[in-house]
């Protein structure tokens, strides 16, 4: 079951992503599930998150698995919170965008906030990985050894020598390949961690970098390039989940 670990739904900069359209496009892929994060919630739009979440669960059932994005706001606003928790959509991970949201860089106690409510949902966390230098993934080597009872996934693992590192000395964290290239993802299988890479594609943010190319089609020259180019890792990279 090939299950693709970071898909989006929602309002983006070139306009709004619907449930249907993702879900249709992850499946003319040939995905078989998903994890998925709306960026309606950047903008606070929490009742949208929540429609655009059970219809994608209308559509797919249990192949399809909810992540709660967080943002400093949302756990500020007393009533925010609960409301997404009670929301009759079973979360099955919790995202935190550094980058976007540069308090956590600052708010030591509200990222603790936030790992309590993935401690209460039982479920990983996934962090963004990039190249701004908030959120290089070597600077969550500390918070991710702190917290070892959490599973982490670092989205994009970039700077790739720096989340080597991590994985290499956090047991607990794992590492996606959305818009990973395929020389940062052959480093990280030559160091011997193939078992700690999840296949994931950020679709449909692709259409920003790639216009004249269709979702799906993004999505299946990714899975062409892995098994292509990595043979025998290919077969565990696409059918492993974090989020089930």
């Known amino acids: 079951m090939m299950i693709?670990?970071?898909?989006?739904?929602?309002?983006?900069?070139?306009?709004?992503?619907?449930?249907?359209?993702?879900?249709?496009?992850?499946?003319?892929?040939?995905?078989?599930?998903?994890?998925v994060s709306s960026t309606s919630t950047c903008a606070e739009l929490y009742k949208v998150v929540v429609r655009e979440m059970r219809e994608l669960v209308r559509l797919g059932g249990n192949r399809v698995h909810p992540i709660l994005w967080l943002t400093p706001t949302m756990l500020k606003k007393r009533y925010v919170l609960p409301y997404m928790l009670h929301s009759k959509v079973k979360w099955k991970g919790v995202k935190m965008h550094w980058e976007t949201h540069q308090e956590w860089s600052h708010n030591p106690k509200l990222v603790e906030k936030a790992l309590d409510v993935a401690r209460k949902i039982g479920c990983p966390l996934l962090l963004h990985t990039g190249e701004d230098t908030s959120c290089h993934a070597?600077?969550?080597?500390?918070?991710?050894?702190?917290?070892?009872?959490?599973?982490?996934v670092l989205a994009h693992g970039r700077p790739v020598n720096e989340a080597i590192k991590v994985l290499k000395q956090c047991p607990n964290s794992l590492v996606d390949t959305a818009f990973m290239p395929m020389y940062d993802l052959c480093k990280i299988i030559g160091q011997g961690l193939s078992s700690r890479v999840i296949f994931g594609t950020d679709a449909p943010i692709n259409r920003i970098f790639y216009k004249d190319m269709e979702t799906k089609d993004y999505i299946r020259d990714i899975i062409c390039q892995i098994r292509t180019e990595f043979p025998e890792e290919a077969k565990t990279i696409l059918n492993r989940s974090a989020y089930e």
């Open 4 to 35: 693709d670990n970071h898909v989006h739904v929602g309002w983006f900069t070139d306009g709004y992503h619907s449930p249907k359209d993702v879900w249709y496009s992850e499946m003319a892929a040939g995905v078989d599930g998903m994890a």
């Open 138 to 152: 070597g600077l969550y080597i500390d918070l991710i050894k702190k917290h070892s009872d959490l599973t982490f």
